[in-house]
């Protein structure tokens, strides 16, 4: 199973948004409503941002959201703040119970 | 407070055996299926394994197969990763991970702070 891909990079001044993209597969991110997203701070564990698409859990704020559109999977923080600056990982559900992480994206505020 | 904590990381050599434990605390940990997941330096994460709450079952990512065993053990609350046969690119940060089962399914929602693993001649 291969690594879902995401760009490198993204950036954007405090107060904008950005937008980050997931491609896989009709074999993972096409074929399940099973996307999450985590934010990574340096030295720190990955944290889970969203779940399911679009869901957050409880204490994310709302400027963070994702979206779906066939094989590729997105994430858009917006309001961007200086405390978004992070790492930022989709994975994906690809059945027989196995699991695939992202290729991982460095957000940079401005 | 709902915490992981990992442990038994080190440096080994190639062919060398290690065994990673988690600490499971601050929620009923029999009534989670957990994963097993790695970090290589300047990586992204990649998948391990996912174990039944009742630890009947442990599935394994194909790279690691044969190699790996999971071990449970709900009356100590700890969960363990037996791996054999390390290879160089073993190298990373090992994290346990509570899967987010019916209120978050399919997501990795509770992650340890992970133990570094190195394996290097």
């Known amino acids: 199973q291969s690594a879902l891909t995401q760009p490198p990079s993204a950036s954007g001044s405090a107060g904008q948004s950005?937008?980050?993209s997931c491609t896989g597969t009709s074999s993972d991110v096409g074929?399940?409503?099973?996307?999450?997203?985590?934010?990574q701070h340096p030295g720190k564990a990955p944290k889970l941002i969203i779940y399911e698409v679009t869901k957050r859990p409880s204490g994310v704020p709302d400027r963070f959201s994702g979206s779906k559109s066939?094989?590729?999977a997105s994430l858009?923080?917006?309001?961007?703040?200086?405390?978004?600056?992070a790492d930022y990982?989709?994975?994906?559900?690809?059945?027989?119970?196995?699991?695939?992480?992202?290729?991982?994206?460095?957000?940079?505020v401005l | 407070q709902e915490q992981l904590v990992e442990s038994g990381g080190g440096v080994v050599q190639p062919g060398q055996s290690l065994r990673l434990s988690c600490v499971a605390s601050g929620f009923r940990f029999s009534d989670h299926n957990m994963h097993w997941v790695r970090q290589a330096p300047g990586q992204g994460p990649q998948w391990l394994t996912f174990t039944w709450s009742d630890g009947s079952r442990?599935?394994?990512?194909?790279y690691v197969t044969a190699r790996f065993t999971v071990v449970r053990d709900n009356s100590k609350n700890t969960i363990s990763l037996q791996m054999d046969s390390l290879r160089v690119e073993?190298?990373?940060?090992?994290?346990?991970?509570?899967?987010?089962?019916q209120?978050?399914?399919?997501?990795?929602?509770?992650?340890?702070?992970g133990t570094m693993v190195t394996v290097s001649s």
């Not at chain 1, 074929?31 to 934010?39: A, E, N, P, T």
């Not at chain 1, 990982?89 to 940079?108: A, E, K, L």
């Not at chain 2, 442990?58 to 194909?62: I, V």
Request: charged share 15%; with cysteine.
């Open chain 1, 89 to 108: 990982y989709c994975s994906s559900f690809v059945g027989r119970n196995n699991w695939v992480f992202g290729t991982g994206t460095r957000v940079t």
């Open chain 1, 70 to 72: 066939g094989n590729t």
């Open chain 2, 103 to 113: 209120l978050m399914p399919f997501s990795l929602d509770v992650w340890g702070h």
């Open chain 2, 90 to 101: 073993d190298t990373a940060v090992y994290y346990c991970v509570r899967d987010g089962q």
């Open chain 1, 76 to 85: 858009t923080v917006s309001g961007l703040q200086a405390e978004d600056e």
């Open chain 2, 58 to 62: 442990t599935y394994y990512a194909d």
């Open chain 1, 31 to 39: 074929g399940y409503d099973l996307v999450s997203w985590y934010q």
């Open chain 1, 18 to 20: 950005v937008t980050i």
